[in-house]
C-alpha cells in the first residue's frame, strides 16, 4: 500500500498562487500515478470528490476544464494560479500503483489527510 502526506494550502486572495505538495512512499519500483481531487461548498453533500488533475506514472497529465490553462501537476505538486473564490475547498491528494490517469477517486486507494484552500475575493 502507498503512504500519502500532503501539505500546503492555507487563505489567499483572489488572483494569487497556491502550491500542494504530495509526497507518495512505498513504492518500490517508483511506478505510481497521482491525482487531486477537491470537495467544495458549492457541492451538494455527500457528493463525490472533484478531479482537479492527474498525472500518470508515465508523465501524462489531465485537468479539470475549470482549472486547465492556470494549474501545474507533478508527482510531488500541485501549483494552481490565478485562484478564484470557487476553487475554495479541501484538496486531497490520492495515488494509485499503476499507470493511470482517470480522474475517479474510487479508483485511487491510497490519499492524503486533506489540505483546506480559503479564497476570498
Known amino acids: 500500500q502507498l503512504q500519502v502526506v500532503q501539505s500546503g494550502g492555507g487563505a489567499v486572495q483572489a488572483g494569487a498562487s497556491l502550491r500542494l505538495s504530495c509526497v507518495v512512499s512505498g513504492s518500490r519500483s517508483g511506478g505510481y500515478s497521482v491525482a487531486w481531487f477537491r470537495q467544495t461548498p458549492r457541492q451538494a453533500p455527500g457528493s463525490e470528490r472533484e478531479g482537479v488533475a492527474g498525472i500518470s506514472s508515465d508523465g501524462s497529465t489531465t485537468y479539470a476544464e475549470s482549472v486547465a490553462g492556470r494549474t501545474t501537476i507533478s508527482q510531488d505538486y500541485l501549483q494552481m494560479n490565478m485562484l478564484k473564490p470557487e476553487d475554495d475547498g479541501t484538496y486531497s491528494c490520492?495515488?494509485?500503483?499503476?499507470?493511470?490517469?482517470?480522474?475517479?477517486?474510487?479508483?485511487?486507494?491510497?490519499w492524503g489527510q486533506g489540505s483546506q484552500v480559503t479564497v476570498s475575493s
Open positions: 490520492a495515488a494509485v500503483r499503476m499507470r493511470w490517469l482517470r480522474l475517479v477517486p474510487a479508483e485511487y486507494p491510497s
